[in-house]
């Protein structure tokens, strides 16, 4: 309702020394086969970590957001990481959100849960993703403490013209405010989707329609 950026989350790109800017679908393969998943988590999180300290000591108050996949987040030094890099960089509480998908919460449910506790005692704010598109991500609302629910954007593609998406967003809405969850609408991409979901009541919302992925200097200068 304000247009204010709130926050961005943390896109994986690699410089390459001959082929340029390269997305992940050019390298993600690699790194999983090779199992250096962790370590690119390690890196970004590092990453991001020095950024939120620079925006701190400008005044600046957004948060960013790391996907952390199911190799990533199962891994024993997941926890450990992220707290040190808390407390290394002083990072203020709330500004550091991690985003999971489904497949991250699918292992032994007594230690997931156990593992987001200590996340949500650090501070970390957390976010379940795509959701709506998986078979339990109800029982994940209940059983474990988000602060955010994201849209997958197939709930949102068609949205202005089919009543069966309007539906289903508005159903996720009210078990937001139910739950006492933030929703973010994922894959806003024209103006007529942005409106709709202002007039739905979703206060959050990420796309191409409101920006396009760009460089950490460049966000930097945005907020500023």
């Not at 950026?5 to 993600?28: C, S």
């Not at 988590?41 to 790391?66: D, M, N, P």
């Not at 069966?164 to 996720?172: F, H, L, M, N, P």
Request: glycine share 6%.
């Amino acid at each position: 309702d304000t247009g204010t950026i709130v926050g961005f989350e943390a896109l994986v790109r690699w410089q390459h020394p001959t082929r340029g800017l390269l997305h992940p679908k050019d390298f993600i393969d690699e790194i999983i086969h090779y199992n250096l998943s962790f370590a690119l988590f390690c890196r970004v999180s590092e990453q991001v970590a020095k950024l939120l300290a620079y925006w701190q000591t400008i005044g600046l108050t957004q948060h960013l957001c790391i996907n952390a996949d199911a190799s990533e987040f199962s891994h024993p030094e997941f926890n450990h990481v992220v707290g040190q890099l808390m407390h290394q960089y002083h990072i203020d509480p709330y500004q550091l959100h991690i985003e999971m998908t489904e497949s991250s919460l699918m292992a032994n449910s007594k230690d997931i849960k156990l593992r987001l506790l200590e996340l949500k005692e650090l501070q970390v704010r957390l976010a379940l993703d795509d959701f709506g598109t998986g078979y339990a991500s109800l029982s994940y609302l209940q059983d474990y403490p988000f602060d955010f629910i994201k849209i997958d954007k197939v709930f949102v593609s068609n949205l202005t013209s089919s009543k069966t998406q309007q539906a289903i967003v508005k159903a996720i809405l009210d078990l937001a405010t139910a739950l006492e969850l933030q929703p973010i609408a994922e894959g806003i991409e024209t103006q007529q989707q942005y409106e709709l979901l202002q007039g739905m009541g979703c206060r959050y919302g990420q796309g191409y329609w409101l920006g396009r992925a760009v460089s950490a200097e460049a966000a930097t200068q945005m907020l500023r």
